[in-house]
């Protein structure tokens, strides 16, 4: 067996052990009968929506299902969609404390999370093509490793990446996912759902807004479910935890800030389906990534305090 083969296998099964002792801890079952657009352009050009939820005890984040529709009349997005989305915010006097035009603002930033972490059922109706987004395995497109969130108020926001340019998701461009919403009310959310419209598409929303100060009526939640995993020992004192990778994405040089005092036995940089790349190699503390294609790859590094596991991006 190759040892590319073996690397992947081990991450796989070290996800899988984590993920099957899951508690639900957010459940907003879907209403069908409202929805919010949440979706961007591989131009960057976004328009996306926020949901709020409140945590009392220390929570490493397990796996979403989030329940969404095409507002259009035709097809699928198939090779238009690029990724899938999840971003979380503290909370900012009622609002999110950044979006996505602020990097770094989030406490959890995964973008563009390839379809080999989620699953997606798709049922076609007219004018309204149920597509959901399920089984998204939030520590797997986090690297490898978990996120742990501490009691508190958060908000949460979903969308779709897909391929365009231009005006955003145009009201009849096949490309325009909406977020379906859910009957749940408060307290459940603290908070009332918000949008925002950075680039000014539909115009006056450049900033966080309450849905229902805008639609003249009550607008209780978005649908989605979050599932809870065992909080791995021994996470927040591991030194690997800390480990940054930079910057990320990169088109060149990407440097692994691995501790002084932390021997590397080896490493591998794997694509998607676990494929290594055997031209790309860790030395020095830096790997250089220009001569791959752009994408989204793992980088495994086995040392003597543990095994690292990151993703890196190649813009």
Request: with cysteine; charged share 20%.
């Amino acid at each position: 067996m190759k040892k590319s083969t073996i690397y992947v296998s081990a991450l796989v099964l070290i996800i899988s052990i984590i993920s099957q002792a899951q508690t639900v801890i957010i459940d907003r079952p879907v209403n069908e009968d409202i929805y919010v657009l949440s979706t961007k352009r591989t131009d960057g050009t976004l328009f996306i929506a926020a949901d709020s939820f409140e945590l009392t005890e220390e929570t490493a984040i397990g796996e979403i299902d989030v329940p969404g529709a095409l507002m259009t009349n035709i097809g699928y997005l198939g090779t238009m969609e690029k990724g899938f989305n999840v971003y979380i915010y503290e909370d900012d006097n009622g609002l999110p404390s950044g979006d996505p035009t602020q990097p770094g603002s989030g406490i959890v930033e995964l973008s563009d999370i390839p379809p080999v972490y989620y699953s997606k059922y798709e049922n076609g109706l007219p004018f309204y093509n149920r597509t959901d987004f399920n089984r998204i395995q939030i520590t797997a497109a986090n690297g490898g490793n978990q996120v742990i969130l501490q009691p508190g108020t958060y908000w949460i926001s979903f969308f779709v990446t897909v391929e365009g340019e231009g005006a955003g998701p145009a009201p009849n461009d096949v490309g325009k996912w909406a977020w379906l919403g859910s009957s749940t009310a408060y307290p459940s959310p603290p908070i009332e759902p918000a949008f925002i419209d950075p680039f000014d598409i539909y115009g006056g929303l450049t900033n966080w807004t309450i849905i229902s100060s805008v639609n003249g009526g009550y607008y209780p939640s978005c649908g989605w479910t979050m599932r809870s995993e065992e909080i791995v020992l021994g996470t927040e004192e591991n030194e690997l935890s800390k480990v940054e990778v930079y910057p990320n994405p990169s088109s060149g040089i990407v440097n692994v800030s691995i501790p002084s005092d932390t021997k590397v036995y080896q490493s591998g940089l794997f694509d998607m389906t676990g494929k290594k790349m055997d031209n790309v190699q860790l030395k020095n503390n830096t790997i250089n990534i220009s001569s791959l294609s752009q994408g989204v790859y793992l980088l495994r590094v086995e040392t003597s305090k543990g095994v690292l596991t990151r993703k890196i991006i190649r813009k």
